[in-house]
């Protein structure tokens, strides 16, 4: 899994480059596993990420998880794009740790699994656009190297493009997996009318609840580290759970 992010993360830093001159690729928001600087991919430097939810600042978190750059986990520096993700993977896994409900693990890790596939297919989709459009050998040699199809230049458009489809058909898996991962989600949380996407307005509505749990101000996600945010979960869920043993009572 990490060598295909590090491919995904490659794939897109590619395309990215293109934007300015290609205006048929552009996407709404930067996915959650891109990852952009000058540096080159093998450059050494030095740097210092967050690295666990005690040190890593809850807006942050919700921020990355919503969509925006892994570069929200730098503090100085500029990591490798390996280096981000193995951080972020170490963040997901102490937060599911953290969360002391099994069905909150449970929805935490489908809704990761979900958003992982998703950015899997976008990039893909991204990568077979493109070489519809242009061909690009390092795009190409980066899919064979992941093993997909390799695309070749062809004078005869008809046969180039029948590569690309063999592509597509190879890709189809991701699909399944994409619709499985979905269900399972929906089924872990049901209460989410279906849907499976969660916006940076929604963590936020979440701390205006947990804050009135409180007693207190508002929680600003800007104020607390995941840990903390972590903290108040646990407090308010056991609150629920014992007010509805009291009541079944």
Known sequence: M??????????????KQRVKRKPFFATKKADSVTYLHDQG?????????HKSIRTLVYDSFIRIITGEDLGLLIIEGQPPIEELITAWDTISEEYTEAIKTNKGKGVLKAYLKFSKLEAQT???????????????EEIATILFENGYHLVEPNDDRETYLKQLEKVRLQAGTLVVMLNQAAAAYKLLAPDNDMKIERTY????DELAILSKHQGGALIKSKDITVAEYCSVVNSYIAYV?????KNNG
């Open 122 to 136: 976008k990039m893909l989709d991204a990568a077979i656009f493109h070489l519809t459009h242009e061909y690009d």
């Open 2 to 15: 990490q060598r295909t992010w590090k491919y995904l993360n490659k794939l897109l830093r590619k395309l």
């Open 201 to 204: 307005q929604n963590f936020l």
């Open 241 to 245: 759970e014992a007010s509805k043993k």
């Open 41 to 49: 991919l093998d450059t050494p430097s030095s740097f210092t990420l």
